[in-house]
């Protein structure tokens, strides 16, 4: 299993992702950190993305991924991150420490960890 950051999961629904997170996302189940629903919403409230969580091509995709949710158990994690980010990036890289699976993001702050598993 994957975890998705945000931008990967906008990437897989616009087309946009690199020919290597194609082969590893067709590889294995994908997952997000429920933070990313907030974030999705939050960009298309501020015009930066062009679809919301209500189209059906969204709607199809959600209902295939594991939604982690954001508990006790996360965040603990956030103090053994070995990065400073927005908190929506922390929770989604401690989300992949609590739940031991790798995060496929392209954030060079986050692919620097020496903590995070990393897809």
Known sequence: MLNLDTHILIFAVT???KPAEQRKLRQEPWSI??????EIAKL???GRITFDLSEKKVCQLLARLQIWPIDVEVCQQLSRLDFK?????????A???AHEIPLLTRDRRIRATKVVPLA
């Open 95 to 97: 989300t992949s420490l």
């Open 33 to 38: 950190s429920a933070i990313v629903l907030w």
């Open 15 to 17: 087309g946009e992702l």
């Open 85 to 93: 980010s927005d908190p929506a990036d922390e929770l989604i890289a």
């Open 44 to 46: 298309h409230q501020l």
